[in-house]
């Protein structure tokens, strides 16, 4: 079997869900990955075929999306030149986790696929919102990445599409412990406002996981670190708390861990605001950004806040064999 697998490079949950599941996609065939956008931290240790700079996302200081530069990126002659030399219709199966490019080539070309990952879970509508609904929103989230096929991915099982999250063997194996520091991951903030909301809570030990770090370097109660899996994972486990975005697979692994969690959404992203939406639900703190008073709030957050209990069920092996099953019900 012929397997095409479009990954978003937007950020890094895309690309460690990619790791995790397609060591089990290839026992099934000869696996073709289309690498798309620019600005994940993580490396994605595999041959990449075909790759494109896509739609990358790029934000400000201040956890917002900065809109004037991805605009200024997007180039809709190469777009659509891309969209025309993509072989999408040479494979067995294409799987589209959330990339433009592939789904308009799939459509142009009339081939067959399976939009695989959270944002598939948007399909239902019984998936969280927030009260107030995005219209443009609503319809990126359904339409950026369509398909003939959905697998969507999240907290819970929403609908009958929709697993819950894959988890990485180092994670869902590990044995929590609380080491006494706070995680803390907010790409979309500079270390400057980290250092200003963060720096009056001195009573506290923080690992600041960063977008401008190239070493770790400490400052007081706050240790900045590179942006690293392995570095991640282990300040994770061994983590008293995590405060991070609304994204998904960072929240799903605080989730499994059974950690404290207070999250942020990325300001303009509305999907993030939808995650928001479901751990809120979930009884997990959310905040819309960093307030002023933040040491404030964090203080009576950490000394009241309880891990949420909730288990997931299924691993990358067993959704891979959903994919087959797919696949030969089609032909």
């Given at each position: 079997?012929?397997?095409?697998?479009?990954?978003?490079?937007?950020?890094?949950?895309?690309?460690?869900?990619?790791?995790?599941?397609?060591?089990?996609?290839?026992?099934?065939?000869?696996?073709?990955?289309?690498?798309?956008?620019?600005?994940?931290?993580?490396?994605?240790?595999?041959?990449?075929?075909y790759r494109s700079k896509g739609l990358s996302l790029f934000y400000t200081c201040k956890g917002s999306l900065?809109?004037?530069?991805?605009?200024?990126?997007?180039?809709?002659?190469?777009?659509?030149?891309?969209?025309?030399?993509?072989?999408?219709?040479?494979?067995?199966?294409?799987?589209?986790?959330?990339?433009?490019?592939?789904?308009?080539?799939?459509?142009?070309?009339?081939?067959?696929?399976?939009?695989?990952?959270?944002?598939?879970?948007?399909?239902?509508?019984?998936?969280?919102?927030?009260?107030?609904?995005?219209?443009?929103?609503?319809?990126?989230?359904?339409?950026?990445?369509?398909?003939?096929?959905?697998?969507?991915?999240?907290?819970?099982?929403?609908?009958?599409?929709?697993?819950?999250?894959?988890?990485?063997?180092?994670?869902?194996?590990?044995?929590?412990?609380?080491?006494?520091?706070?995680?803390?991951?907010?790409?979309?903030?500079?270390?400057?406002?980290?250092?200003?909301?963060?720096?009056?809570?001195?009573?506290?030990?923080?690992?600041?996981?960063?977008?401008?770090?190239?070493?770790?370097?400490?400052?007081?109660?706050?240790?900045?670190?590179?942006?690293?899996?392995?570095?991640?994972?282990?300040?994770?486990?061994?983590?008293?708390?995590?405060?991070?975005?609304?994204?998904?697979?960072?929240?799903?692994?605080?989730?499994?861990?059974?950690?404290?969690?207070?999250?942020?959404?990325?300001?303009?992203?509305?999907?993030?605001?939808?995650?928001?939406?479901?751990?809120?639900?979930?009884?997990?703190?959310?905040?819309?950004?960093?307030?002023?008073?933040?040491?404030?709030?964090?203080?009576?957050?950490?000394?009241?806040?309880?891990?949420?209990?909730?288990?997931?069920?299924?691993?990358?092996?067993?959704?891979?064999?959903?994919?087959?099953?797919?696949?030969?019900?089609?032909?």
């Amino acid at each position: 079997m012929k397997i095409f697998y479009a990954i978003q490079a937007t950020g890094n949950g895309h690309i460690s869900r990619a790791m995790e599941l397609l060591p089990y996609l290839q026992q099934h065939g000869t696996v073709d990955i289309f690498l798309s956008g620019a600005n994940s931290s993580l490396h994605l240790d595999a041959p990449i075929k075909y790759r494109s700079k896509g739609l990358s996302l790029f934000y400000t200081c201040k956890g917002s999306l900065d809109y004037f530069s991805m605009i200024k990126k997007i180039s809709p002659f190469h777009i659509k030149k891309e969209v025309a030399a993509l072989p999408v219709e040479k494979y067995d199966l294409v799987i589209n986790d959330f990339e433009c490019i592939t789904s308009l080539a799939c459509r142009k070309k009339k081939a067959p696929s399976i939009h695989f990952g959270h944002q598939a879970s948007f399909m239902s509508s019984k998936t969280p919102r927030p009260a107030r609904q995005s219209p443009v929103g609503e319809w990126l989230l359904k339409n950026y990445a369509g398909a003939t096929q959905y697998m969507g991915l999240h907290f819970r099982q929403y609908d009958d599409f929709i697993l819950t999250p894959v988890i990485k063997p180092e994670i869902w194996n590990a044995r929590p412990l609380n080491g006494g520091h706070i995680t803390v991951y907010l790409p979309s903030y500079c270390d400057s406002e980290i250092r200003k909301f963060f720096g009056k809570l001195t009573s506290y030990r923080f690992q600041v996981f960063s977008r401008e770090a190239d070493a770790e370097t400490r400052q007081g109660h706050l240790t900045f670190i590179p942006v690293n899996k392995e570095r991640f994972n282990e300040s994770l486990i061994h983590c008293a708390a995590i405060v991070c975005g609304a994204g998904f697979e960072t929240p799903s692994e605080a989730l499994h861990l059974k950690k404290k969690m207070m999250v942020m959404p990325i300001k303009g992203q509305y999907e993030q605001q939808c995650n928001a939406a479901a751990l809120r639900q979930l009884g997990v703190m959310t905040l819309p950004q960093l307030p002023e008073n933040f040491n404030i709030v964090f203080e009576q957050w950490y000394a009241d806040a309880q891990p949420v209990d909730i288990s997931f069920q299924y691993d990358a092996c067993q959704i891979a064999g959903m994919m087959m099953q797919k696949v030969a019900a089609r032909l």
